[in-house]
């Protein structure tokens, strides 16, 4: 499947800047995924295909980063046991975010 690094914006307050890793695979049961961006990780819960943040103030660090950072990796392990790595570039990410806010309001 699509592997994809979302931060989105739901209906409520409550939803705004979540933070969501999907895999493309399933996730190993209960395991977690370590997300880094140019040095800084973060730990995130998995379910399913996805990976989130621990917290609304994990989301929100973890933004913090991606607007300064120039490379976000994302390390988890698959249902069948395999550790993958994906990396992505985060040029651009300032811009975007900034556009989304301005239209999810």
């Given at each position: 499947?699509?592997i994809r690094?979302?931060v989105?914006h739901g209906?409520?307050?409550?939803?705004?800047?979540?933070?969501?890793?999907?895999a493309g695979y399933?996730y190993k049961?209960?395991?977690?995924v370590t997300l880094?961006?140019d040095?800084?990780?973060?730990k995130l819960f998995?379910?399913?295909?996805?990976?989130?943040?621990?917290s609304?103030?994990?989301?929100?660090?973890?933004i913090v980063?991606?607007?300064?950072?120039?490379k976000m990796?994302?390390i988890?392990?698959?249902?069948?046991?395999t550790?993958?790595t994906?990396?992505?570039?985060l040029?651009?990410f300032?811009k975007?975010k900034?556009?989304?806010?301005?239209?999810?309001?």
């Open positions: 499947g699509d690094v979302f989105s209906p409520g307050k409550a939803e705004r800047d979540v933070v969501q890793v999907i399933r049961a209960q395991s977690d880094s961006i040095g800084k990780s973060f998995t379910l399913e295909d996805r990976a989130y943040a621990e609304e103030e994990d989301d929100r660090q973890i980063q991606m607007k300064r950072g120039n990796t994302v988890g392990t698959s249902s069948r046991g550790k993958t994906d990396t992505y570039s040029a651009g300032t975007t900034a556009v989304i806010d301005k239209t999810c309001k």
